[in-house]
């Protein structure tokens, strides 16, 4: 009897999206007993991501939720001025909070529409009693974030439970829990459990993930995975803007259609 993996995924409009959410999708058909909840960023679901997830294969609840302008970052602006995916995730814990069964056994992971996610994180997280953690590539500034843990063979089996100490990043390591989005799992009990449970816009940039786990766990009930947390089985990534130099000038020309 596998425990769920319910996998939340924010995602908007933007010439990477179907190369981006195809490649997700392409983990996830090999993750047995795994529920997509993609939320769209818009103020309507598209016929894009409606067709795209028709035919995935994966079994998936399509939800959208708009971010409001001005939560929106500026084209010219770095990406880091402003939260993102905020309200898109925390519509998918109302729907959780609302029609998922409480007795079902099951995990919630956060996984953004862009990052290089392996087969073998999904087996690490899907037995996590209360949140689940490990290391993270390409984040922060650094090659890995990681927790740092203390995980004790041969000794008395109620002192051998593996043990978050503390983390090895390089910005602002005095956050609580400085780990990214991608770096941790939640029991779906836990979060039914705290119904208060979400992200806020308003949290200082970068203490997104620490303001939500802040309110839900503490760092002696952190569950380390991924081999004491030695191992790195997801990476965090920023598609580069593909060129479309000469996109608009041939739509002009009639000469480029929608496919
Ligand atoms: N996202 C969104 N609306 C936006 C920008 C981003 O829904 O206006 C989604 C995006 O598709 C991704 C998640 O929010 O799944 C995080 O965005 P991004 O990867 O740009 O943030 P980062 O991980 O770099 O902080």
Not at 9 to 28: G, H, K, S
Not at 76 to 101: E, F, I, M, Y
């Amino acid at each position: 009897n596998l425990p769920t993996i319910f996998v939340i995924t924010p995602t908007y409009a933007r010439p990477n999206q179907l190369a981006e959410l195809n490649r997700l999708r392409n983990v996830l058909l090999h993750i047995p007993q795994v529920w997509w909840l993609l939320v769209e960023d818009r103020e309507e679901k598209s016929e894009l991501v409606k067709n795209f997830l028709t035919h995935s294969g994966v079994p998936h609840t399509h939800l959208h939720q708009p971010t409001p302008p001005e939560w929106k970052v500026k084209d010219k602006s770095p990406r880091w001025t402003k939260p993102r995916g905020v309200l898109q995730r925390n519509a998918a814990l109302d729907w959780l909070r609302k029609n998922a069964d409480p007795h079902l056994p099951a995990v919630v992971y956060f996984a953004d529409d862009d990052n290089s996610y392996s087969i073998e994180l999904f087996q690490e997280m899907r037995w996590t009693s209360q949140v689940s953690v490990w290391p993270v590539g390409l984040v922060g500034g650094v090659m890995v974030e990681r927790p740092l843990c203390l995980c004790r063979q041969g000794v008395e089996p109620d002192q051998a439970r593996p043990m978050v100490t503390g983390w090895l990043v390089g910005w602002k390591p005095e956050r609580p829990f400085p780990t990214d989005m991608a770096g941790f799992a939640v029991n779906l009990r836990l979060l039914l459990d705290n119904p208060d449970a979400s992200f806020s816009l308003e949290s200082e940039i970068g203490f997104m993930e620490t303001d939500f786990l802040s309110r839900i766990v503490t760092k002696e009930e952190l569950e380390p995975k991924a081999e004491c947390c030695t191992k790195v089985l997801v990476w965090h990534m920023n598609a580069v803007n593909p060129n479309l130099k000469d996109e608009v000038r041939l739509r002009q020309l009639g000469r480029q259609t929608d496919i």
